[in-house]
């Protein structure tokens, strides 16, 4: 069922709420700083002065007033950041204070008012096993509340993951270069090889989102569990410590096969839990990221 719109906005203005500080007093100034324009583009012509370059001298403005000119050339800072959410039936789960699709909604919140702060262009893309919604990139603080409120709004669904089919999507959508945030709990296999081929068209920054409970179980008995994406049920005896350990174990192998495979892709990750907040997430991937370009 879609959620009840008065609901929605409420979420949407408590997000809102939350992440304005922190864009402003902390965020934005190390996006700016760690996410660079695509190249340099003329700014204007100034007079010589000893030391600059003689191959940036405009012989034309030279030759009309007398004496020699250079040009300066400025960093192109407009960006385009492509948010691509993942909105199937696994995002619905929570077992604290939010949800996985809460919590991408904070998240793209938090990304999205520092890429506008900065004049960026910011689009979405809501998937699950097919593409659910795009929107194009557009400037503006407008443009980023849409995108909570798209991701907030997106209608429960049994729909499974498909990250390959969304990824060709993007990479037929979006021919420009462009920032990346791959939003989702990636319960879906098959998709390295278009990853691959993303991230080397695009700046990609994997976000996996988890919930405590999908990682460790409580011992509470004998409980019924199901499927979000294809309404199976289980029988779990969680006060089995094998039963326990075994689902630990499982969880803790999926982890680690997932993290490789960013690692040997070389794609930067920000892990994500639903039990904490993105920002402190946030600022540790930037700072490594700033690091890793010598600007740390």
């Known amino acids: 069922m879609p959620i009840d719109t008065t609901e929605l906005m409420k979420q949407v203005g408590k997000i809102r709420l939350i992440t304005l500080r922190l864009v402003d007093e902390h965020i934005s100034g190390e996006y700016h700083s760690v996410f660079k324009g695509q190249g ?5 012509v100034r007079e010589y002065v000893a030391g600059d370059d003689i191959r940036t001298i405009d012989w034309n403005v030279t030759a009309r007033a007398g004496h020699p000119f250079v040009k300066r050339f400025a960093e192109e800072r407009e960006l385009t950041v492509i948010f691509m959410v993942d909105v199937s039936g696994s995002q619905v789960f929570g077992s604290s204070r939010k949800s ?6 904070e998240l793209t919140c938090l990304l999205a008012l520092s890429a506008v702060k900065n004049q960026d262009k910011i689009g979405l893309v809501l998937f699950s096993d097919r ?3 795009c929107l194009p990139p557009r400037k503006g603080r407008t443009a980023a509340m849409r995108l909570v409120r798209e991701v907030l709004a997106a209608e429960e669904t049994r729909r499974g993951t498909g990250i390959a089919a969304a990824l060709r999507f993007l990479n037929n959508v979006q021919k420009r270069k462009a920032v990346v945030f791959l939003v989702s709990d990636f319960m879906d296999t098959g998709f390295a090889k278009e990853l691959r081929v993303t991230a080397r068209r695009h700046d990609v920054i994997c976000c996996p989102v988890s919930d405590p409970r999908e990682s460790e179980l409580p011992d509470v008995g004998l409980v019924e569990i199901q499927d979000p994406e294809s309404g199976e049920l289980l029988l779990l005896d969680t006060g ?6 075994e689902f630990a174990r499982r969880a803790a192998d999926e982890r680690r096969g997932l993290m490789e495979l960013f690692r040997r892709q070389k794609i930067d990750v920000l892990a994500l839990s639903t039990d904490g907040s993105p920002a402190d997430d946030v600022r540790r991937l930037f700072r490594k990221r700033q690091i890793r370009a010598g600007r740390g």
């Not at 340099?40 to 204007?44: A, G, H, L």
């Not at 089995?240 to 350990?245: E, I, K, N």
């Open 40 to 44: 340099v583009e003329f700014d204007e």
């Open 100 to 105: 996985k699709s809460e919590l991408a909604a």
């Open 131 to 133: 593409i659910e919604k």
């Open 240 to 245: 089995s410590v094998r039963v326990r350990s």
